[in-house]
């Protein structure tokens, strides 16, 4: 059995805990439940023709990353950078923890999660800034922890390519 430990980075209130619910449990809450630390859930996915078991890291938010989560980063195979696509900053926000995890973790694979495509009427992340970052070769995916969009695929992604590099 293949293992891998997946961080979920992100600003405050950017969803990865509703991601994490919605992929593990398939449950979405509208209640926004501060997390505290650091939470950890599993999940096993099919990969091909392999079963790799996720040991998903939901950390705190943060708008400023502190020492205490590089400890929490140590040993991650891959992370899900999630901005909040109503909120413009949280794609800065991301950019800069993308920097920090990269000088703690090295090279390992991420994606971009460009969460909340079912209020992309109040969407404030303009084409620019995700454009940029795709001609950078980051890969970016568009989800929705409230209707399951793009979630299960998401995962995969980063599956992929943490069982290829």
Known sequence: MIQKKVCMLGGFAVGKTSL?????????????????GVKIDKKTVKAGDREVTLVLWDINGQDEFQDVQESYLRGTSGYLLVVDGTRRETLETASQLQQKAEA?????????VLNKSDLATEWQV???GIVKLAEQGWPIVRTSAKTGEGVEETFLKLTLAMLEG
């Open 20 to 36: 994490v619910s919605r992929f593990v449990r398939s449950i979405f809450s509208d209640k926004y439940l501060t997390t505290v």
């Open 104 to 112: 703690v973790s090295g090279k390992v694979p991420f994606v971009v």
């Open 126 to 128: 303009d084409e620019r």
